[in-house]
């Protein structure tokens, strides 16, 4: 399938004037053919009148439709082929191995999505049936189930071109939730955003959708981005990238007269606690494995464990020679764009010249234009309390320890640390009492907390939570990987006491779907 450069708005291609858009290979520093033409308000007005006109047959469609058309969709971006792999790799300079499993990971979402849409517990169906003899007042008929909010805006993220971007979590969520999409594709990968919205433009219409089900637009994030936040008919809005960008959008959002939630995902430094048990019988071992997670995708990662704790001693410090060694010897890396591998090298060169902070070690150097090398740093509890731009996300493979003098100084620590993803927890046994300490504290602060492993890698599953509470994303109540994503794109409706032939099937007497439902408050299938 040739890249074009043009937009797709439902089943129309359509080149955008507002200026051209080109991707940058970032390994060799070119400039990719072809240029994509940039959309502008008249492309934002049509993708939304199209995706408000889907809204309604789009959600009345069966759940075996629904969950076809996501199966539809994963096998036409298999079906891209090679061409998907090798545009996804020379525009965001990531390796094949990296693009061929975000593939895997991104086709396994939308058909995981596929299995939730038919299982139906999404509808979370609840009937508490009519009392007309309750005393001192008769009860109602009162029945539950969640509907999709209506048309959704994605913003692709640009550090995972497929999982994270236009046939993404958010994508599949909203689409398994029943809600047009409308995106607007990541100007680091435009050719790989077009290819992927081809594969939804087509499944589209081989399902026999409207095709306002899904459009794709170009351009710069502050006029076509908040233009498509801004329209009155999108009604919820999913993003993964900066704390700028996300807060921008916030504000979009929340000025519009009807406000409407934004779904941010935007900085963690996902801190490690170095429990004292596992630095005695571990330090070096717990060393090189931080150090892979560390510099895995060039850092590019918002699980990066950015943030290191443990108490000062021999054992932490045998824990820094160990990471110092495997960071010396890693490869320098290729960044995904060079305004992120220009924002690490300043980053990087703000904790080498802060004097509160000690340098500890420096990846390999490579020869290509925008290579990242891994950074280690050092500092003292009492430094780190001082500074409040030592919380500050380095996006990239640094990291920073802190050495506490004891104990309660890192619970102390771990209670000042903003939101976060994730929090990693090493441990052994006789940790026990220090982490049932440490966990009620980290609860509060992040979405997933991990014991004995490393942050990176998130699983996609029904119990999985990404998010956090801010500045971590920007709504902590929810998840942005995983089935329960569904739930930022739906809302409940009551139904009260409507007659059977008007009720929705969900929730009509004789359980029609077979559906899991709580009929006054037991969960059963009759
Ligand atoms: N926590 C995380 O998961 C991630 C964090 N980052 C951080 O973000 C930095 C930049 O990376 P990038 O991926 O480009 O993230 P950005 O937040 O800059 O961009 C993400 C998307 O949002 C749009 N956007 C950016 N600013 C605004 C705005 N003010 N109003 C409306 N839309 C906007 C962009 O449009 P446009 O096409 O115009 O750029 C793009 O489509 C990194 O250096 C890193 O610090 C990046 C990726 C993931
Ligand atoms: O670690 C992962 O697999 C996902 C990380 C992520 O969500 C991100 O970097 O944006």
Not at 83 to 88: G, S
Not at 191 to 198: C, D, F, I, K
Request: glycine share 12%; hydrophobic share 45%; proline share 7%.
């Amino acid at each position: 399938m040739p890249v074009t450069g043009e937009m797709l708005i439902g089943a129309a291609t359509l080149r955008g004037t507002e200026g051209d858009i080109h991707a940058v290979n970032p390994a060799t520093g070119e400039t990719m053919a072809p240029a994509f033409g940039g959309g502008g308000a008249a492309e934002v007005e049509r993708a939304c009148a199209l995706a408000e006109a889907a809204f309604g047959p789009y959600r009345e469609t069966t759940p075996e439709q629904r969950a076809g058309f996501l199966e539809a969709c994963a096998q036409a971006i298999l079906d891209l082929g090679d061409a998907l792999v090798e545009r996804a790799c020379a525009e965001s300079g990531l390796p094949r191995g990296r693009i061929e499993g975000e593939r895997g990971r991104t086709v396994g979402q939308l058909r995981l999505f596929a299995q939730e849409v038919r299982d139906g517990g999404w509808l979370d169906a609840r009937i508490d049936p009519a009392q007309p003899q309750r005393q001192p007042l008769p009860r109602a008929d009162l029945r539950l189930r969640q509907i999709p909010v209506g048309p959704v805006a994605v913003f692709g993220a640009s550090n995972f071109p497929l999982a994270f971007s236009v046939g993404g979590g958010d994508t599949a969520s909203a689409l398994a939730a029943g809600c047009p999409v409308v995106v607007k594709a990541h100007s680091a990968h435009p050719g790989t955003s077009e290819l992927v919205g081809r594969a939804i433009q087509s499944a589209v219409k081989a399902c026999g959708l409207p095709e306002g089900v899904f459009s794709l637009l170009f351009g710069s994030g502050a006029k076509v981005g908040s233009a498509l936040v801004a329209d009155p008919r999108i009604q919820a809005v999913g993003f993964t990238g900066s704390f700028a960008g996300g807060t921008a959008l916030l504000k979009v959002a929340q000025s519009r007269p009807q406000p409407i939630p934004v779904y941010a995902e935007m900085s963690s430094i996902n801190p490690v606690f170095l429990l004292p048990g596992a630095l005695a019988k571990r330090a070096a071992a717990i060393g090189q494995g931080f150090v892979g997670s560390l510099t895995l995708g060039a850092g590019q990662f918002c699980t990066n464990p950015g943030l290191v704790l443990g108490v000062e001693g021999a054992a932490l410090d045998t824990f820094a020679q160990a990471a110092t060694g495997a960071l010396q010897g890693a490869a320098a890396q290729t960044m995904l764009t060079p305004g992120i591998h220009k924002a690490y090298v300043e980053g990087v060169a703000r904790l080498a010249s802060n004097n509160r902070v000690q340098s500890l070690a420096e990846g390999v150097a490579g020869p290509g234009p925008y290579q990242g090398r891994a950074a280690l740093f050092s500092t003292t509890a009492e430094h780190f309390a001082a500074d409040h731009s030592l919380l500050e996300e380095v996006f990239g493979a640094a990291s920073l320890i802190i050495r506490c003098p004891d104990e309660a100084t890192m619970l102390r620590l771990a209670q000042q640390i903003e939101g976060q993803l994730t929090a990693t927890i090493q441990m052994e046994d006789e940790d026990l009492e220090l982490a049932r300490r440490l966990v009620p504290v980290l609860e509060r602060k992040v979405g997933r907390i991990l014991v004995n492993g490393y942050p990176t890698g998130v699983e996609v599953g029904h119990a999985m939570v990404h998010g956090g509470p801010w500045p971590a994303t920007s709504d902590g109540r929810t998840t942005s990987v995983g089935t329960l994503a569904i739930r930022r794109f739906l809302r409940p409706v009551c139904y009260q006491d409507f007659p059977e032939a008007l009720l929705p099937e969900a929730l009509r007497p004789g359980n029609p779907m077979r559906l899991w439902r709580r009929t006054d408050g037991v969960l059963g299938r009759d």
